[in-house]
């Protein structure tokens, strides 16, 4: 049932790298073990590796595939067992695998080209490489097989290389001056993979440059002090010499950077002094630059195209002097009675020549300072030291003092600006000020330091007193009053000083003499200064008002209507109340303002009610007594009416009287007027529509009229409007009609020229034609125009005519019919019988109706009769109804026909047909 168990075989792979298991012309180095032995899976079946080389890793243990790519050794030790349920416990197969040996292959160009420096570039330089590196590693491509042996086969003694397993390491010797334009030195290598079973070797050769690199050498920069430059440096210097430049190439050339990208070939031999005038000439060069550096740079070209050239810049920094800065204006009074602020910045005070404003950079390198000098005995330094310490560096040139509760006396600091703190670099005026550089290095700023004093005086005052207002009641004033008498002095002395207007600056008199009355409050402000000669003065302010007593006014009896409960409290008032007072009246009511308004159209306010309503006017400031007055509402209702009517009227209906259009409860005491001078309106309310004048010609013209009722005082009349619309259709428009007598019409087949309308039997009928009848010869009918509201035109007649057969119409044409010319039983809807209700042209013909009492005979074409017919018979259908042939089908042929309306004038009409079947 199963293949034989325990077997073993042997699978050899020699060109792994050409293995392509999916079959798509692309190499993957995949193989299945069961195709490689010839064996199908079975349920139950694992695979593993036994062998003394591990497999396991690439191997899928289900599906028997093998991942040769990633088995790092070629090796006959590989061994893969397949057991399986059936065969338990022996595998059910062992096999023995040889993988070949396969060495990779060489880098595209193949060299190896290194350039690297891990060495003094003046010295050899020694590189170290792992020759696996010289072998090409590619997706989609196999890898070299690791257990393989590298051997050097070039003509190097093996003193001037070394070679460990796969790791390499080289020399290239430093030849100055020996002409050579390339240092470089030449190595191959052969990489090997032993044979494997029948697999034979395999090798690989690869070749490695090692390329010297070039070396600028070392440079020096320098800080330099500008006051320094022409005694100095006006000198021609060789920057080759080790001073500037150590270790370098001697194959390289210089040139100068003029900006951040442009260069320009120099010589070695240079005068500093040259380059700085041409700088200070530059539009470049501004007051305050700070510092700017000159940089020669020393390039030496690579010696191969896998090396980079090198660069060395010899750097020349040369710093502005410190510029003299001193006070404005020492110094500088401060009276604390009249200056408000709190602090100083001493900064502020100080002047500095342009574009040279000394500040501390934002970092940590402060290279301003403040320091207090001296002051009044045990008065300290304002806070300074205080400040200073609680503040960035970058704003500690602000030298912040405090100015509260300070002792009077002259202070003494100083601004430092320390230049030993300054460093090289570059300028940024964003950042740090026009006149800083950027900390670069730690070489000091070589140009001196540099400081000014800074005093301050702070004045003691002269006393004015404390700002004062006062109220005052003009019962309480008179006669004349001291201004410095009424100012607050807090237990101090008052030092003289004079008065004058606030608002004006107009000088006045200590004395102020009181009015005699006033109507209205009267304030004042005047403003006393205090000056002993010295600039410290101090000022205080003096208001005060004049109130007079409060006054609430006379108030007043007033009636009011309830349709028009609007009013404003205040404006009943007489006497020249005061406004500041406040209203109090029935159900609670009380005004949020002086007004007392109350308006019946706005839903935010109370409605106005009858009884007292008192205004109280407080007490003024210094007048203790209040004021109050009343006003004492009434009101009055007027008659209730109803609402305005809107009716609408047929001509027909003649007149209406508009008293009947009033509702129940409007009272019939007034009358009505006729607003739009119609005419047509009586005393007692009577509209006579024939009276009613229409000049405009409206459709269906409205007329208003009004109802009046008067009222008491204040109440004005009530009233209400009338209006009502009067409905005059116009007539339609219907001619007599004429119909023949076989179209057997009906009363609604008649075009009517309206959209709704009734029709009548005589002008005098109160009920319209609610059928449809059929229309009768010498008939007179009776049509009107209907609206919604159900008004009616002027009815107007329509006759009647109905035309026998063989009579003409007006128009001349003949009143006749055609019968059919055929008939075919067949059963497909089209001529199966003799039909007599027919349509032509768009009429519809129905012969029975139009004659009831008819007669229909059909005859062949000998003469016999077939079929004999009347309104109550079944139709004509091929079929005979005589006795004679019963029920017989007739043959196809031509049949003749006589029909007979029997009605009144019209005669028989004679034809033939063809029966077909």
Not at 283 to 306: L, W
Request: charged letters at 20%.
């Amino acid at each position: 049932m199963y293949a034989q168990c325990g077997g073993v075989q042997s699978v050899e792979i020699c060109d792994m790298e050409t293995v392509d298991f999916d079959m798509n012309s692309i190499p993957d180095g995949i193989i299945n073990l069961y195709d490689e032995i010839g064996l199908t899976a079975e349920p139950g079946d694992v695979w593993t590796s036994t062998g003394s080389e591990s497999a396991t890793a690439v191997l899928n243990a289900t599906t028997g595939e093998v991942r040769l790519w990633s088995l790092n050794n070629a090796s006959s030790q590989y061994e893969f067992t397949l057991s399986s349920t059936s065969c338990a416990p022996d595998p059910r197969v062992t096999v023995d695998f040889t993988l070949g040996p396969y060495a990779g292959k060489a880098t595209t160009t193949g060299f190896f080209s290194v350039c690297d420096l891990n060495d003094d570039c003046n010295g050899d330089i020694e590189i170290d490489i792992d020759l696996f590196e010289t072998l090409e590693i590619r997706e989609q491509e196999a890898p070299p097989h690791l257990n393989g042996t590298w051997t050097y086969t070039g003509s190097l003694s093996a003193s001037d290389y070394r070679l460990e397993g796969s790791n390499f390491g080289g020399t290239v010797p430093y030849t100055p001056s020996d002409g050579s334009p390339v240092d470089s030195q030449d190595y191959t290598f052969t990489y090997t993979v032993d044979q494997q079973g029948l697999c034979v070797s395999e090798s690989v050769d690869v070749s490695i440059t090692l390329v010297r690199p070039p070396f600028a050498g070392y440079a020096s920069n320098y800080n330099i002090c500008a006051t320094s430059i022409d005694t100095s440096w006006d000198r021609v210097i060789n920057l080759n010499d080790d001073e500037y430049l150590n270790q370098e190439n001697l194959d390289g050339s210089w040139r100068y950077q003029i900006d951040d990208d442009n260069f320009i070939s120099i010589s070695n031999q240079i005068n500093l002094k040259e380059y700085v005038d041409d700088f200070l000439n530059s539009s470049e060069y501004m007051p305050g630059f700070g510092c700017h550096s000159f940089d020669f740079t020393y390039r030496v070209e690579s010696r191969s195209a896998i090396c980079f050239d090198d660069n060395a810049t010899v750097s020349f920094t040369i710093f502005e002097d410190l510029k003299e800065f001193q006070q404005l204006n020492p110094p500088e009074e401060i009276c604390t009675a009249s200056d408000t602020r709190t602090s100083l910045d001493l900064y502020s005070l100080l002047e500095f020549q342009p574009g040279f404003e000394y500040q501390n950079p934002d970092d940590e390198n402060e290279i301003v300072f403040w320091s207090f000098e001296s002051g009044p005995a045990g008065a300290g330094d304002l806070g300074l030291n205080l400040f200073l310490n609680n503040t960035e560096i970058s704003q500690r040139h602000r030298g912040t003092i405090s100015l509260q509760n300070v002792t009077p006396g002259r202070y003494e600091y100083r601004y430092s600006v320390v230049s030993d703190t300054l460093c090289s670099g570059y300028r940024d005026q964003t950042l740090y000020g026009s006149n800083f550089c950027v900390p670069q290095i730690s070489k000091g700023n070589p140009c001196g330091s540099i400081s000014a004093p800074v005093i301050i005086d702070i004045l003691d005052f002269d006393y004015a007193g404390e700002d004062t207002t006062l109220n005052f009641c003009i019962t309480d004033t008179t006669g004349d009053v001291s201004l410095v008498s009424l100012l607050q002095d807090n237990g101090n002395t008052i030092d003289a000083g004079i008065w004058t207007e606030t608002d004006t600056g107009v000088v006045v008199n200590d004395m102020f003499s009181f009015p005699d009355s006033v109507d209205d409050p009267l304030s004042f402000s005047f403003t006393y200064t205090s000056d002993n000669g010295t600039t410290c003065i101090d000022t205080a302010i003096l208001q005060f008002t004049i109130y007079p007593e409060a006054n609430a006014g006379n108030g007043a009896d007033v009636s009011v209507c309830s349709d028009d409960l609007t009013i404003t409290l205040f404006d009943l008032l007489i006497d020249n109340p005061d406004p500041t007072g406040v209203w109090f009246g029935p159900f609670g009511y009380t005004s949020p303002d002086h007004l007392g308004v109350f308006d019946m159209n706005d839903v935010t306010l109370p409605i106005l009610g009858p009884g007292e309503y008192v205004y109280v006017v407080a007490s003024n400031a210094g007048c203790p007594e209040s004021d109050r007055t009343s006003v004492f509402i009434s009101i009055e209702d007027p008659v209730e009416i109803g609402q305005d009517v809107n009716e609408t009227f047929c001509i027909q209906d003649g007149s209406i009287n508009l008293y009947s259009l009033l509702d129940r409860e409007t009272v019939r005491t007034g009358m009505f007027q006729d607003t739009e001078n119609t005419g047509a309106l009586t005393t007692e309310g009577l509209v006579d529509f024939t009276l009613l004048p229409n000049p405009d010609n409206l459709v269906n013209p409205i007329y208003n009229f009004r109802y009046v009722v008067s009222n008491n005082i204040p109440c004005d009349e009530s009233s209400l409007n009338v209006a009502i619309q009067i409905i005059d259709l116009p007539e339609p428009n219907v001619p007599d009609q004429e119909f023949c007598i076989l179209d057997a019409k009906h009363l609604d087949d008649i075009e009517v020229d309206v959209l709704n309308y009734n029709w009548y039997t005589s002008l005098e009928s109160d009920m319209p034609v609610i059928d449809n009848p059929i229309l009768l010869d010498n008939q007179v009918f009776y049509i009107t125009n209907v609206d919604a509201d159900n008004c009616e035109s002027d009815r107007v007649a329509v006759a009647i005519n109905i035309l026998n057969m063989g009579e003409r119409f007006s128009n001349g044409e003949l009143c006749t019919l055609d019968f059919q010319d055929g008939v075919s039983p067949d059963g497909n809807n089209q001529n199966d019988v003799f039909e007599l209700v027919k349509e032509e042209l768009g009429e519809a013909y129905n012969i029975p109706e139009a004659f009831p009492d008819f007669e229909l005979k059909i005859f062949n074409r000998y003469g016999n009769t077939v079929y004999e017919g009347t309104i109550n018979t079944e139709k004509f259908r091929g079929e005979s109804n005589v006795s004679i042939r019963l029920g017989d089908d007739l043959p196809s042929g031509t049949y003749f026909y006589i029909f007979t309306p029997n009605f009144e004038n019209n005669l028989p009409i004679q034809g033939s047909f063809y029966l077909s079947r």
